[in-house]
């Protein structure tokens, strides 16, 4: 059996394969004071977020195994179980996990000393996040894989934390809440309806976080500007919530947040965000001009929310999603070869994806992907009643009750399915449907054993119900032409879409800088040169049907103002640079090009000096660049996120190359500030600004200051500098918008 999601399946199982269990449970045996026979691995798993890889690997290993029996995975599962079991058992209070001085942590949490921040609660990097992947692991290696230790060791994690929380005050509890804490409430959800425990679902709704579950019960988009994948477990969560029986609000919330997403916030091919974060859904320049474009984390958990959400409420229109993220970001989003993952997919034209590389990369995106591709067959069928649905075209086997299918797909003028009956031992009369999806042009035709029949659509489905007989085959195609689809702002940008599967064309640009990331930290964004937004084919005024033909394969011709280019599905595309949203004319060219040519101005030039930057009040950006501060705010102006301090705060940058001269930071002005700039401790600037007026007034004008690097910073370290905001004489700092090492 063959096909892209059989392909994808098996890349990933032998890149599962290739990771050690040991070392993935090195930091859980180093918390719990026990011998480690293999290091931990590096990259995140020892910057600290340590251990979290491998509640993702035990999930990813117990879902191949149920998805293909192979006993390989299996083993490695319950070497995992087995590990943080011994661990557990070491610990001898119920937790365990590989947080760096977890234990101490909630020592201290216990003790109400909560100091929380968007990724960091007293210091720690997102602990709650870490440990639910250990959680999620155990529940999966219980669930999937039928590996009966998991169960007890989940539950005694469980009951650690419930009897640790019953000190912690509601207000206290929410506090805590503020740092990005991943599906616990998902977690605890789970265990209740696992369980029945009713203690379980009260934790889970303790794991609420009002601040963002209160406006989706009450129908409105606070969105914008939060950090997108910390909000979509939570709704995951509020979905299982409310099925264990925790009301219909739960639910309703869930149903909310992914239809405001799908509908109002994703681009074309599933996908949505920039650098991680929600931006303003009325605008969508930012996902065309950023080199971070849409989070793969965020696309796997929005698959899971959308088909958990058909599974409980039977719409349809929840599949059309599931089937365009895995089709293009999903399936594009691990390289066909070595399996390496992507973290950002940019569609800026002329970009490009960085892939990781299995004993150097262990990001977030990194852990879900091992998950995503051995979960493809759980979205591929579904029964209702007695009737056994075809819900996703791939090439794939499925056994009901007897029933034994085998469903091969071709995309050729549209899509054709054809389902042979490879097996029936019950010899009673069943209903066979294969999924209509919203993509559809026209009505589809229907074949059994080659004899037409009359295709109807019953609820989103082609329905035929017989006595099936081994051999039997029904094929369905569904007839679909070329169309352009837009942003959900309409703006003058569009896809080339041809029923599922969008589009895209290989371009040539400068050099693909850091191809497969390395052990940085940062090795995931893709740091090679900008192209001009400029020099991306710019398609004529005009629909899809004037202006797209299609060619050989599954390759279509695209007419713009300069010839035709030759597109590809974008799943297909790798190692290179690409274009996948293309600049439209709704005036004259030369109109379009100077407001291209005006942004390039702007943003070339700054990105060809800069060295290193950071963005304040985005939780990845400020990770990654060593954020330190408490007694902080974060908010957000316009379009601009910040963070100011009433106490000093700091980030890391860095200048591999040594040939930063300057910083250049961008600020939003506030009246009553009294602060320095430092730069490995050395003065860059003093502000003092409105003492004596009123204290909490707000100014709102931005300016952007650069200050020459002093030498005596450079001297004590000239690859690291340390930015810092400290406050003086009881005062605040600016809000601040971003810092930006730059060379000449």
Same mark, same amino acid.
């Given at each position: 059996?063959?096909?892209?999601?059989?392909?994808?399946?098996?890349?990933?199982?032998?890149?599962?394969?290739?990771?050690?269990?040991?070392?993935?449970?090195?930091?859980?045996?180093?918390?719990?004071?026990?011998?480690?026979?293999?290091?931990?691995?590096?990259?995140?798993?020892?910057?600290?977020?340590?251990?979290?890889?491998?509640?993702?690997?035990?999930?990813?290993?117990?879902?191949?195994?149920?998805?293909?029996?192979?006993?390989?995975?299996?083993?490695?599962?319950?070497?995992?179980?087995?590990?943080?079991?011994?661990?557990?058992?070491?610990?001898?209070?119920?937790?365990?996990?590989?947080?760096?001085?977890?234990?101490?942590?909630?020592?201290?949490?216990?003790?109400?000393?909560?100091?929380?921040?968007?990724?960091?609660?007293?210091?720690?990097?997102?602990?709650?996040?870490?440990?639910?992947?250990?959680?999620?692991?155990?529940?999966?290696?219980?669930?999937?894989?039928?590996?009966?230790?998991?169960?007890?060791?989940?539950?005694?994690?469980?009951?650690?934390?419930?009897?640790?929380?019953?000190?912690?005050?509601?207000?206290?509890?929410?506090?805590?809440?503020?740092?990005?804490?991943?599906?616990?409430?998902?977690?605890?959800?789970?265990?209740?309806?696992?369980?029945?425990?009713?203690?379980?679902?009260?934790?889970?709704?303790?794991?609420?976080?009002?601040?963002?579950?209160?406006?989706?019960?009450?129908?409105?988009?606070?969105?914008?500007?939060?950090?997108?994948?910390?909000?979509?477990?939570?709704?995951?969560?509020?979905?299982?919530?409310?099925?264990?029986?925790?009301?219909?609000?739960?639910?309703?919330?869930?149903?909310?947040?992914?239809?405001?997403?799908?509908?109002?916030?994703?681009?074309?091919?599933?996908?949505?965000?920039?650098?991680?974060?929600?931006?303003?859904?009325?605008?969508?320049?930012?996902?065309?001009?950023?080199?971070?474009?849409?989070?793969?984390?965020?696309?796997?958990?929005?698959?899971?929310?959308?088909?958990?959400?058909?599974?409980?409420?039977?719409?349809?229109?929840?599949?059309?999603?599931?089937?365009?993220?895995?089709?293009?970001?999903?399936?594009?989003?691990?390289?066909?070869?070595?399996?390496?993952?992507?973290?950002?997919?940019?569609?800026?034209?002329?970009?490009?994806?960085?892939?990781?590389?299995?004993?150097?990369?262990?990001?977030?995106?990194?852990?879900?992907?091992?998950?995503?591709?051995?979960?493809?067959?759980?979205?591929?069928?579904?029964?209702?009643?007695?009737?056994?649905?075809?819900?996703?075209?791939?090439?794939?086997?499925?056994?009901?009750?007897?029933?034994?299918?085998?469903?091969?797909?071709?995309?050729?003028?549209?899509?054709?399915?054809?389902?042979?009956?490879?097996?029936?031992?019950?010899?009673?009369?069943?209903?066979?449907?294969?999924?209509?999806?919203?993509?559809?042009?026209?009505?589809?035709?229907?074949?059994?054993?080659?004899?037409?029949?009359?295709?109807?659509?019953?609820?989103?489905?082609?329905?035929?119900?017989?006595?099936?007989?081994?051999?039997?085959?029904?094929?369905?195609?569904?007839?679909?032409?070329?169309?352009?689809?837009?942003?959900?702002?309409?703006?003058?940008?569009?896809?080339?879409?041809?029923?599922?599967?969008?589009?895209?064309?290989?371009?040539?640009?400068?050099?693909?800088?850091?191809?497969?990331?390395?052990?940085?930290?940062?090795?995931?964004?893709?740091?090679?040169?900008?192209?001009?937004?400029?020099?991306?084919?710019?398609?004529?005024?005009?629909?899809?049907?004037?202006?797209?033909?299609?060619?050989?394969?599954?390759?279509?011709?695209?007419?713009?103002?300069?010839?035709?280019?030759?597109?590809?599905?974008?799943?297909?595309?790798?190692?290179?640079?690409?274009?996948?949203?293309?600049?439209?004319?709704?005036?004259?060219?030369?109109?379009?090009?100077?407001?291209?040519?005006?942004?390039?101005?702007?943003?070339?030039?700054?990105?060809?000096?800069?060295?290193?930057?950071? %963005?304040?009040?985005?939780?990845?950006? @400020?990770?990654? $660049? #060593?954020?330190? +501060?408490? =007694?902080?705010?974060? *908010?957000?102006? &316009?379009?601009?996120?910040?963070?100011?301090?009433?106490?000093?705060?700091?980030?890391?940058?860095?200048?591999?190359?040594?040939?930063?001269?300057?910083?250049?930071?961008?600020?939003?002005?506030?009246?009553?500030?009294?602060? %320095?700039?430092?730069?490995?401790?050395? @003065?860059?600037? $003093? #502000?003092?600004? +409105?003492? =004596?007026?009123?204290? *909490?007034?707000? &100014?709102?004008?931005?300016?952007?200051?650069?200050?020459?690097?002093?030498?005596?910073?450079?001297?004590?370290?000239?690859?690291?500098?340390?930015?810092?905001?400290?406050?003086?004489?009881?005062?605040?700092?600016?809000?601040?918008?971003?810092?930006?090492?730059?060379?000449?």
């Amino acid at each position: 059996m063959s096909g892209p999601f059989r392909h994808a399946q098996d890349v990933n199982g032998e890149y599962l394969l290739r990771l050690s269990p040991e070392r993935l449970l090195a930091p859980f045996y180093r918390e719990a004071g026990l011998p480690q026979p293999e290091p931990s691995y590096g990259n995140w798993e020892s910057q600290g977020l340590d251990g979290h890889t491998a509640g993702h690997f035990l999930s990813a290993t117990a879902l191949m195994y149920a998805s293909t029996g192979r006993a390989e995975y299996l083993r490695k599962a319950r070497t995992v179980v087995d590990g943080i079991a011994r661990a557990q058992d070491a610990l001898g209070t119920g937790y365990v996990g590989g947080v760096p001085d977890g234990a101490q942590l909630w020592a201290d949490i216990s003790e109400g000393g909560i100091s929380p921040d968007a990724f960091s609660l007293d210091g720690r990097w997102v602990p709650w996040y870490n440990l639910h992947k250990t959680f999620a692991g155990l529940i999966e290696a219980h669930r999937s894989a039928g590996i009966v230790e998991a169960l007890p060791v989940v539950l005694r994690l469980a009951d650690w934390w419930i009897e640790l929380a019953k000190g912690i005050s509601d207000d206290d509890f929410e506090r805590m809440l503020d740092t990005e804490f991943g599906g616990m409430n998902e977690s605890f959800a789970d265990l209740a309806r696992i369980t029945g425990r009713a203690e379980y679902l009260d934790m889970a709704k303790r794991f609420s976080h009002h601040v963002v579950l209160d406006p989706l019960v009450a129908h409105e988009d606070h969105l914008t500007g939060l950090h997108a994948n910390t909000q979509i477990p939570k709704a995951l969560g509020y979905l299982r919530t409310g099925e264990a029986g925790g009301g219909e609000p739960f639910s309703d919330a869930a149903r909310f947040f992914a239809d405001t997403v799908i509908q109002h916030r994703t681009a074309p091919f599933g996908g949505h965000g920039v650098r991680e974060h929600f931006h303003d859904p009325g605008d969508f320049s930012p996902i065309f001009e950023d080199r971070e474009g849409p989070e793969s984390c965020n696309t796997v958990n929005m698959v899971r929310l959308a088909g958990d959400l058909y599974a409980g409420t039977g719409d349809a229109s929840y599949l059309d999603y599931v089937e365009t993220a895995l089709t293009n970001h999903v399936l594009s989003a691990q390289h066909p070869e070595h399996g390496g993952f992507v973290y950002f997919t940019p569609l800026r034209p002329g970009h490009y994806r960085v892939y990781s590389q299995t004993e150097n990369s262990f990001w977030c995106c990194v852990g879900t992907g091992m998950e995503a591709h051995a979960r493809h067959g759980a979205y591929a069928y579904a029964t209702r009643g007695e009737a056994l649905l075809i819900n996703l075209f791939m090439d794939s086997e499925v056994d009901r009750n007897g029933l034994v299918l085998r469903q091969r797909v071709e995309r050729r003028e549209g899509t054709h399915v054809s389902v042979t009956v490879r097996r029936e031992n019950n010899g009673v009369t069943r209903t066979i449907g294969v999924r209509i999806p919203g993509w559809v042009q026209g009505l589809p035709r229907v074949f059994l054993n080659g004899r037409s029949l009359e295709a109807k659509n019953a609820d989103g489905y082609v329905l035929v119900n017989r006595q099936w007989t081994e051999g039997d085959t029904l094929e369905v195609h569904l007839p679909s032409r070329p169309r352009f689809e837009r942003m959900p702002d309409k703006s003058d940008w569009i896809n080339v879409v041809d029923g599922a599967v969008v589009y895209a064309a290989k371009v040539e640009g400068p050099p693909l800088e850091g191809l497969l990331a390395g052990p940085e930290r940062m090795g995931h964004i893709a740091r090679g040169a900008l192209m001009p937004l400029a020099q991306a084919p710019l398609v004529p005024a005009g629909s899809a049907h004037e202006l797209v033909s299609r060619g050989e394969g599954e390759t279509l011709t695209l007419q713009t103002t300069t010839g035709e280019i030759s597109l590809h599905p974008f799943a297909q595309l790798h190692d290179s640079r690409y274009v996948m949203a293309f600049p439209q004319l709704s005036g004259s060219a030369e109109e379009r090009l100077a407001r291209l040519r005006e942004r390039d101005a702007w943003q070339l030039g700054l990105d060809a000096r800069t060295r290193d930057s950071v %963005t304040f009040g985005e939780q990845q950006p @400020e990770s990654d $660049h #060593a954020f330190s +501060g408490n =007694g902080t705010e974060q *908010g957000r102006t &316009g379009g601009a996120t910040w963070r100011r301090g009433h106490a000093p705060f700091s980030v890391r940058l860095m200048d591999w190359l040594r040939i930063a001269t300057s910083l250049r930071v961008t600020l939003v002005e506030d009246v009553e500030v009294d602060y %320095t700039v430092l730069v490995n401790d050395v @003065e860059v600037w $003093h #502000a003092r600004r +409105g003492i =004596g007026d009123a204290v *909490g007034g707000e &100014g709102s004008r931005v300016r952007v200051l650069e200050f020459a690097l002093p030498a005596e910073a450079r001297a004590q370290d000239p690859e690291t500098l340390r930015v810092a905001f400290v406050p003086r004489h009881g005062r605040r700092t600016d809000r601040i918008v971003e810092a930006r090492l730059l060379s000449k």
